[in-house]
């Protein structure tokens, strides 16, 4: 167990449709990654949050939407899905924002199978 | 924009041989991690490199940095059939940016 908590492990929804998944770092970490993995991409950043605000901000589409809450948990919501949605999506957490080694530690991943 | 490769993709080696496996990356950047991920499994870090000629080692795997090149290189030295996995390079300029990954199998 890494300490960086994903729900849910699996999901299964069809085109179209909305969802939310939801991470919680591990303690004392103020920094969380979201991150899509695929066959054909690779791992591709989506979006840090650093203690509540938004970092940095990488290839997330505008359907996808993403918040970091007071209690430090993080939400990535995805909306109008589409086939190609389908993914794992990784969330990772570090203590740091910026300064120093950031090293993630990386949650066991939602897998989104939309069909 | 930060463009981080990796060579090669897929490795198919016997146990007991020696092997590298190159990170090359476009921007200036003196952080350069090394993670592993297992088969439907997450992602583990195994090395953390933050200077020009940084070395790392643990067990059978040793990790370097060479900043001016903008390389790192994963070696592994008589590789055990524990070692397959898929290794991802990543460096930071701003944010963390992955390679492809290398898919390693280590044959008996």
């Known amino acids: 167990d890494s300490g960086v908590t994903q729900t849910p492990k699996h999901l299964i929804t069809a085109t179209g449709q909305r969802v939310t998944l939801r991470c919680s770092p591990r303690s004392g970490d103020l920094s969380v990654y979201w991150y899509q993995q695929s066959l054909d991409q690779g791992l591709q950043f989506l979006i840090q949050y650093y203690n509540g605000e938004e970092r940095a901000k990488g290839n997330i589409l505008e359907r996808f939407s993403a918040q970091q809450f007071p209690d430090l948990h993080s939400e990535l919501n995805l909306s109008s899905l589409e086939l190609g949605d389908s993914a794992l999506y990784f969330c990772?957490?570090?203590?740091?924002?910026?300064?120093?080694?950031?090293?993630?530690?990386f949650g066991a991943g939602s897998r989104l199978t939309v069909l | 924009e930060l463009k981080v490769e990796q060579n090669p993709l897929f490795l198919s080696m016997q146990e007991g041989k020696n092997y590298t496996i190159y990170c090359n990356y476009s921007?200036?950047?003196?952080?350069l991690y090394w993670y592993r991920q297992d088969p439907g499994k997450s992602l583990e870090s195994l090395f953390v490199?933050?200077?020009?000629?940084a070395v790392k080692q643990e067990g059978r795997l040793m990790a370097s940095l060479d900043t001016k090149a903008r390389l790192s290189t994963l070696h592994i030295t008589a590789a055990v059939h524990d070692l397959s996995a898929t290794y991802f390079c990543a460096v930071e300029a701003q944010k963390l940016v992955f390679g492809q990954g290398t898919r390693l199998t280590i044959n008996p």
């Open positions: 921007t200036t950047s003196d952080r």
């Open positions: 990772a957490s570090s203590r740091s924002g910026d300064s120093g080694a950031n090293v993630l530690t």
């Open positions: 490199l933050l200077s020009n000629g």
